[in-house]
């Protein structure tokens, strides 16, 4: 079943921590992103990367970190450094990344305990 | 850089009451306009992607097209399964730009 999966659902961070949302994919696709969502607020993209090793910011990357060791996988880590971290995150592919459709997971809706 | 605005913010239908959602931009040029359904909870649902003026795509009651300044998405007769945020989105290079989308109720 080919697709992309984002844990957790739901995860909770309590102060002064860092947290890690997973996403992997599995249509061999080039390219991936972070996207964080709030509400009345459009998709803001927060990292992407097009090669295994390779990652650029986005446009409001402060206080977030990633990596991408495989071409499956492109974790995301909200540092204690993000002050506002409560919003629904969202991992999107897409096959080159170059001006093409994305693909989205279900997302992860993090909250700040 | 480009700005994205979609209108209305929402829009409550009655079944089988067509309509059209607007998504206008700054920046004209042959970019990818990308249309996609989102449900509560969950990741947006790649619906359309127009690339020339005076392009249309069809997918059942939706149609899609394009100027160069903005894009429409028209819903004919809608049924209450209909009931979403539409977002819309530029393409420039390796990113997309969201608008914040229209939230669309169909009443049953």
């Known amino acids: 079943d080919g697709g992309i999966t984002q844990s957790p659902k739901y995860l909770f961070r309590k102060e002064g921590q860092n947290v890690t949302l997973s996403c992997e994919q599995n249509?061999?696709?080039?390219?991936m992103y972070w996207y964080r969502q709030d509400p009345g607020q459009g998709l803001r993209l927060i990292y992407y990367?097009?090669?295994?090793?390779?990652?650029q910011k986005g446009d409001i990357a402060e206080g977030y970190s990633v990596s991408r060791e495989k071409k499956e996988s492109f974790p995301l880590t909200v540092t204690s450094a993000q002050k506002n971290p409560t919003a629904f995150y969202l991992c999107?592919?897409?096959?080159?990344?170059?001006?093409?459709?994305?693909?989205f997971g279900s997302g992860t809706q993090l909250s700040v305990l | 850089e480009d700005q994205v605005t979609q209108s209305p913010e929402a829009l409550r239908l009655q079944e089988g009451e067509s309509s059209s959602l607007n998504c206008s931009y700054t920046?004209?040029?042959?970019?990818?306009l990308f249309w996609y359904r989102q449900d509560p909870g969950k990741g947006p649902e790649f619906l359309f992607t127009?690339?020339?003026a005076g392009e249309e795509k069809e997918k059942e009651r939706l149609k899609a097209t394009l100027t160069k300044k903005e894009s429409f998405l028209h819903i004919t007769a809608p049924k209450p399964e209909d009931s979403a945020t539409y977002l819309c989105?530029?393409?420039?290079?390796?990113?997309?730009?969201f608008g914040t989308g229209t939230r669309l109720t169909i009443i049953p």
């Open positions: 999107a592919t897409s096959r080159t990344g170059a001006n093409e459709k994305l693909f």
């Open positions: 990367s097009q090669i295994v090793n390779d990652f």
């Open positions: 127009l690339y020339s």
């Open positions: 920046v004209s040029g042959l970019r990818g």
């Open positions: 249509l061999n696709h080039d390219a």
């Open positions: 989105a530029r393409g420039i290079r390796e990113k997309l730009t």
